[in-house]
């Protein structure tokens, strides 16, 4: 079992940056590849970011890159989400999870999603 936490969302104007954490408790972490989602009104949930086991590969969305950067800190059991140049259509709640199937980054792939942290993006 993993228990998965985000938090640092908040309200910021557009071109502004947040750092989201994702927190674990539980099994072993670091045995896990991790991704963030996330899921704006009246629209589906979807991939941002994720991160290896190691750290060692970080694919993004297309919408995301150059913004967007993801780590870990397998020592604290966190995975971090650094967000910068933010967009009001980067609104959404942020959901962390780990990828529990297969290899590829798709919402059904993942379980033990967190409650998610909301993240305004002001025009």
């Known amino acids: 079992q993993v228990q998965l936490t985000e938090s640092g969302g908040g309200l910021v104007q557009a071109g502004g940056s947040l750092r989201l954490t994702c927190a674990a408790s539980g099994r072993t972490f670091s045995s896990y590849a991790v991704g963030w989602f996330r899921q704006a009104p009246g629209k589906e949930r979807e991939f941002v970011a994720g991160?290896?086991?190691?750290?060692?590969?970080?694919p993004s969305a297309d919408s995301v890159k150059g913004r967007f950067t993801i780590s870990r800190d397998n020592a604290k059991n966190a995975v971090y989400l650094q967000m910068n140049g933010l967009k009001p259509e980067d609104t959404a709640v942020y959901y962390c999870?780990?990828?529990?199937?297969?290899?590829?980054?798709?919402?059904?792939?993942?379980?033990?999603w967190g409650k998610g942290t909301l993240v305004t993006v002001s025009s």
């Open positions: 991160i290896s086991m190691s750290g060692g590969n970080t």
């Open positions: 999870a780990v990828r529990w199937f297969g290899t590829s980054w798709t919402a059904s792939n993942m379980r033990y």
